[in-house]
């Protein structure tokens, strides 16, 4: 089990400052004191220095190019509290793309989200900090893999999860998110569905519906680290605490939880409940933008880091603001289809 009760960060490597860098620098602290005052709970002064001039750029950026950023719920705290102008789960950022009227999202995060507010806004320009950041979920299937799946199970409809490349949305009945896949098995009113990719999230899935659900041997790097034992030493060493468990976890890993759900399920918890301590089973980035939100609460961080959130920085949004790119392209016809399973799961949810 990896703790962490600080933020991590890797600050750019510059030349000894000038004078008048160094002025620069104060000015741009001066300048992002409203933006420092939501993270100073889980963000150093002395590295929100190394922040602060990219914060004021891509402020000013979104002004002069018409654009706005889309951050993830596990994109880390200066760029989540600090430049986004929308913030949320995937299933909140794909409602969210539809109602921009920017001509330029930013969306801070991995490129399959991207990809995803590109299909709901076909005729925006959509950019990624980092093109090249993968996902252990999206990475680990392939549309001749669902294909394969529909010919072995004919007739049973095809749910996959957000976290895929638009080719595997293409070859898709309807897209979920972890937050509204069980209304969405529920809805569809089959005995049996295809839950693709995440194996561990169809599982659960199958638990908490009744429905029998065929899978795919492909699993989040991150959660599936997370084992019953680091729920069982949490519980040992703070009795009374509030376990709350990611759907990408390991079924009993979920079992072992006191409440299970979605990134933004997790966040309307520790805000309405107000638990007095609160164990959070999931990315790094997520438990340090609740513990920003919610200070009052006492954290345990039994956290792993997403490395492919980690490569979307301030720097990064900052030069995709500069440049226009890398900027997402999708084939028309693969939009087209991809974009109907999107569209079907936003209905059903």
């Given amino acids: 089990m990896t703790a962490t009760t600080t933020h991590l960060a890797t600050p750019r490597v510059r030349h000894r400052a ?16 409203e933006e420092y005052d ?24 979104k002004r002069t190019r018409d654009a706005v950023v889309l951050a993830h719920n596990y994109q880390t705290p200066e760029i989540f509290h600090g430049v986004a102008d929308l913030v949320g789960d995937s299933l909140a950022l794909a409602r969210m793309a539809q109602e921009v009227e920017a001509s330029t999202i930013v969306l801070a995060g991995v490129p399959f989200m991207a990809e995803t507010a590109k299909l709901l806004n076909p005729g925006k320009t959509v950019l990624v900090p980092d093109a090249g950041a993968g996902c252990s979920l999206a990475d680990g299937i392939t549309p001749e893999d669902v294909l394969a799946l529909r010919a072995a199970h004919p007739g049973v409809p095809v749910v996959t999860y957000v976290n895929s490349s638009a080719a595997v949305k293409a070859v898709s009945d309807v897209c979920c998110t972890s937050g509204n896949v069980e209304r969405i098995v529920r809805h569809l009113g089959a005995e ?66 006191d409440v299970a759900g979605s990134t933004a399920h997790m966040l309307d918890y520790v805000r309405t409940q107000r638990p007095a301590q609160v164990a959070l089973i999931t990315e790094c980035s997520m438990a340090d933008n609740i513990r920003a939100a919610q200070p009052e609460t006492e954290y345990v961080q039994p956290c792993n880091l997403c490395p492919h959130m980690r490569r979307s920085t301030l720097a990064g949004i900052r030069a995709a603001l500069e440049t226009g ?9 693969t939009a087209a289809a991809a974009r109907r399973a999107v569209e079907r799961m936003l209905e059903l949810s």
């Fill in 18 to 33: 000038t004078e008048a860098e160094l002025l620069d620098v104060a000015a741009a602290i001066e300048a992002t004191r």
């Fill in 38 to 61: 939501r993270v100073r709970h889980v963000v150093p002064e002395a590295e929100w220095a190394t922040f602060a001039q990219d914060v004021v750029a891509i402020k000013e950026l």
């Fill in 192 to 257: 049996k569905i295809i839950c693709v990719p995440d194996e561990y999230l169809a599982r659960n899935v199958a638990e908490a519906t009744g429905v029998e659900v065929i899978t795919h041997p492909a699993r989040c790097e991150v959660h599936e680290r997370f084992s019953v034992a680091d729920v069982e030493q949490i519980r040992a060493e703070r009795p009374g605490i509030t376990v709350v468990a990611h759907p990408e976890c390991h079924p009993d890993v979920v079992a072992a939880a």
């Fill in 325 to 333: 790119g890398p900027e997402v392209v999708l084939e028309e016809s």
